[in-house]
């Protein structure tokens, strides 16, 4: 199936059923694209607020044609929606693509990293759900990604206490 028959297929309404079980017939590529696009949606939703500017960046990821963006946020909202942690979704997305695609992944990190930082607001909750799934991903992080990651939550830390 490709993205442009899922206008025939996502709902709207809030389901029990995750999305890995809906979408289990699809092509490998298709529930790839949703499982990136899941996994952003929940990263961004972390910190309690998710933006248009967010959802703007979450479209640019994703090549598609300007008749498409519809049914990507339908499958946005509903990964909004569902109630799986994003663990779940690492898990499920990593089991898919396996170790033989292990750039994919560090893409996949990277793509979170400059999300989280896309409405210049970068939360403790952000920092750790982009841990579990680096850890989830077998990626670990440079000693500079990690001095890098560590001053942005030190600085913020810093100017939350000045605006009290």
Same mark, same amino acid.
């Given at each position: 199936?490709?993205?442009?028959?899922?206008?025939? &297929?996502?709902?709207?309404?809030?389901?029990?059923? /995750?999305?890995?079980?809906?979408?289990?017939?699809?092509?490998?590529?298709?529930? /790839? #694209?949703?499982? &990136?696009?899941?996994? !952003?949606?929940?990263?961004?939703?972390?910190?309690?607020?998710?933006?248009?500017? *967010?959802?703007?960046? +979450?479209?640019?990821?994703?090549?598609? %044609?300007?008749?498409?963006?519809?049914?990507?946020?339908? =499958?946005? *909202?509903? !990964?909004?929606?569902?109630?799986?942690?994003?663990?779940? %979704? !690492?898990?499920? $997305?990593?089991?898919?693509?396996?170790?033989?695609?292990?750039?994919? $992944?560090?893409?996949?990190?990277?793509?979170?990293?400059?999300?989280?930082?896309?409405?210049? &607001?970068?939360?403790?909750?952000?920092?750790? %759900? #982009?841990?579990?799934?680096? *850890?989830?991903?077998?990626?670990?992080?440079?000693? +500079?990604?990690? =001095?890098?990651?560590?001053? +942005?939550?030190?600085?913020?830390?810093?100017?939350?206490?000045? *605006?009290?």
């Amino acid at each position: 199936m490709s993205i442009h028959s899922f206008q025939n &297929v996502v709902s709207l309404e809030k389901s029990r059923n /995750c999305m890995w079980e809906k979408y289990r017939h699809e092509s490998k590529q298709t529930i /790839c #694209i949703i499982g &990136v696009l899941t996994l !952003a949606t929940k990263l961004c939703k972390a910190d309690g607020h998710f933006s248009e500017i *967010e959802e703007e960046a +979450i479209l640019k990821i994703i090549p598609h %044609d300007p008749s498409q963006k519809r049914i990507l946020v339908r =499958i946005m *909202e509903e !990964a909004n929606s569902d109630e799986n942690p994003i663990d779940y %979704d !690492a898990l499920r $997305l990593k089991k898919l693509i396996g170790d033989e695609h292990k750039d994919f $992944l560090e893409f996949i990190i990277a793509v979170l990293f400059q999300l989280a930082h896309e409405d210049h &607001v970068y939360s403790e909750e952000e920092d750790r %759900d #982009i841990k579990k799934v680096a *850890e989830i991903f077998g990626i670990e992080e440079s000693f +500079i990604q990690s =001095i890098k990651r560590k001053t +942005i939550i030190f600085l913020k830390k810093i100017k939350t206490k000045n *605006e009290n």
